[in-house]
Nanobody
Framework: QGRLVESGGALVQPGGSHTLSCTGQ????????WAWYRQAPGKERELVAN???????DYAEFVKGRFTASRDNVRGTTSLQMNSLRPEDTAIYYC?????WGQGIQVTVTS
């Protein structure tokens, strides 16, 4: 039985940086696309970024130039480097691959 474990939730000041990590356990992830989603209070879950098995990335317009997704196919992990954080980036962030979802991790951007 596979699962995803996220880490790195935080309280960050506006303009700050932070990195989220996600590890796949119990299955092989290297052939599949990772995705990061987020859900802010009262809003729908939205796609933030995805990274294909060859490393190609796509980003939502609202994070382009600020967030960077990466992956380590040997370790079965993905990371989301977040720079220039804004209060509107406050949300629960989820990693996803195949049918698996992380447990969700809170990122709060506030002064």
């Amino acid at each position: 039985q596979g699962r995803l474990v996220e880490s790195g939730g935080a309280l960050v000041q506006p303009g700050g940086s932070h990195t989220l990590s996600c590890t796949g356990q119990g299955f092989m992830s290297r052939l599949y696309k990772w995705a990061w989603y987020r859900q802010a209070p009262g809003k729908e879950r939205e796609l933030v970024a995805n990274i294909a098995n060859n490393g190609n990335t796509d980003y939502a317009e609202f994070v382009k130039g600020r967030f960077t997704a990466s992956r380590d196919n040997v370790r079965g992990t993905t990371s989301l480097q977040m720079n220039s954080l804004r209060p509107e980036d406050t949300a629960i962030y989820y990693c996803s691959i195949r049918q698996y979802w992380g447990q969700g991790i809170q990122v709060t951007v506030t002064s």
